[in-house]
């Protein structure tokens, strides 16, 4: 089992930055996969970003390739989610999953509860 809780959303200007966080308790962080997505208001969950278990491959949609950055400190349990030139497009509820290491939803295992990021123009 892993539970995942997501933190750092909140309401930024557009063009600015923000960084979310997510801190795992369970299973050995370090043996698996981590992802963010996000959900916008009447749309699907979209994937964001991907990082593999120690660190070393990720992954990007390419609305945020050169935007956000995906990091994991395994020492401390926790991925990030660096987050700049914000727009308002990238406003939705933020959410990590566990445990795969693949840009589908459904197949991932465990997710958080959400953050929200609201982005204004």
């Known amino acids: 089992q892993v539970q995942l809780v997501e933190s750092g959303g909140g309401l930024v200007q557009a063009g600015g930055s923000l960084r979310l966080s997510c801190a795992a308790s369970?299973?050995?962080?370090?043996?698996?996969?981590m992802g963010w997505f996000r959900q916008a208001p009447g749309k699907e969950r979209e994937f964001v970003a991907v990082?593999?278990?120690?660190?070393?491959?990720?992954d990007y949609a390419d609305s945020v390739k050169g935007r956000f950055t995906i990091s994991r400190d395994n020492a401390k349990n926790t991925v990030y989610l660096q987050m700049n030139s914000l727009t308002p497009d990238d406003t939705a509820v933020y959410y990590c999953?566990?445990?795969?290491?693949?840009?589908?939803?459904?197949?991932?295992?465990?997710w958080g509860q959400g953050t929200q990021v609201t982005v204004s123009s």
């Open positions: 990082i593999s278990s120690l660190g070393f491959n990720t």
């Open positions: 369970g299973r050995t962080f370090s043996t698996y996969a």
């Open positions: 999953a566990a445990e795969k290491y693949t840009a589908r939803a459904h197949d991932y295992d465990y």
